[in-house]
């Protein structure tokens, strides 16, 4: 038996890092949905019967991906996977700038990325595996920036804090024998392009920059490989779905 993974985001970062390391082991069919396909991926050594399915999809524009996936699902034999698990790994910090002063499309593009698809894949993942007799599990990769308000980031905190609560209801209407698990998990502070997009964004813009400046001076952000290490290790733990919101900073 094998365990099936879909993961967003899988191109870059942190997603990229962690499409890696689960090619590793033994026995995992990788879905990979990404904007840009990532040919090095391809030529990874994999783990015994390990493979990767790369999709170029646009999620900005999630309904088509999502019905893509449902239907991919409904084509599987649920039987043949010990295990079924869905990541939401893909966001965008877009341009942070006040909401007055924010672009209205890049507004809506990042609330689609960071929110309207993790709900969709997940909605799409839950009722196509329903039934799978296999663990059924759902990690959301949310951040501090969620539970914590941060000024020119609106639309991202409110993506993150957005993706935290629906988790939250998920869990309680998946209570029961045979429900899935899931957890939104913020995963630290990790050397990304989307720091880099921060740290070169106008102080006039976003007057928090300086304190990103200082994570990267000090040292103080994960690499993409230590990050992706500790967020799959979450997925392992005996008690993952306890509690719907995680923090891989906290036990």
């Not at 993961?7 to 870059?12: C, K, Y």
């Not at 894949?121 to 196509?128: I, K, P, Q, R, Y």
């Not at 000024?151 to 957005?162: I, L």
């Not at 913020?186 to 920059?209: E, N, S, W």
């Amino acid at each position: 038996m094998s365990d099936l993974f879909i993961l967003t985001g899988a191109s870059r970062g942190m997603g990229r890092a962690m499409a890696a390391q689960l090619l590793q082991r033994d026995g995992v069919q990788l879905l990979c949905l990404s904007r840009g396909r990532d040919a090095a991926l391809e030529r990874r050594p994999a783990g015994a019967g390990s493979r990767a399915e790369q999709w170029q999809v646009d999620l900005a524009d999630p309904l088509p991906a999502a019905e893509r996936v449902r239907e991919w699902l409904a084509g599987l034999d649920g039987a043949g996977f010990r295990s079924a698990t869905l990541i939401n790994n893909a966001g965008t910090v877009g341009h942070p700038a006040p909401l007055a002063k924010a672009s209205l499309a890049e507004l809506s593009q990042s609330l689609r990325v960071g929110l309207e698809a993790a709900l969709l894949l997940t909605a799409s993942f839950l009722g196509a595996t329903a039934g799978w007799p296999g663990r059924r599990q759902v990690l959301n990769i949310s951040s501090g920036l969620g539970r914590n308000a941060l000024g020119s980031q609106a639309p991202y905190c409110a993506a993150k804090a957005g993706m935290d609560h629906f988790s939250r209801a998920v869990a309680l209407e998946e209570q029961g024998e045979g429900g899935a698990r899931i957890v939104s998990l913020a995963p630290g502070v990790i050397d990304t392009d989307m720091q880099v997009q921060l740290r070169g964004t106008d102080a006039a813009l976003f007057p928090d920059r300086g304190r990103f400046e200082k994570l990267k001076a000090d040292g103080l952000l994960d690499s993409p490989e230590a990050a992706a290490r500790k967020v799959l290790a979450w997925l392992e733990r005996p008690d993952f779905g306890a509690q719907p919101v995680g923090d891989v900073r906290q036990p």
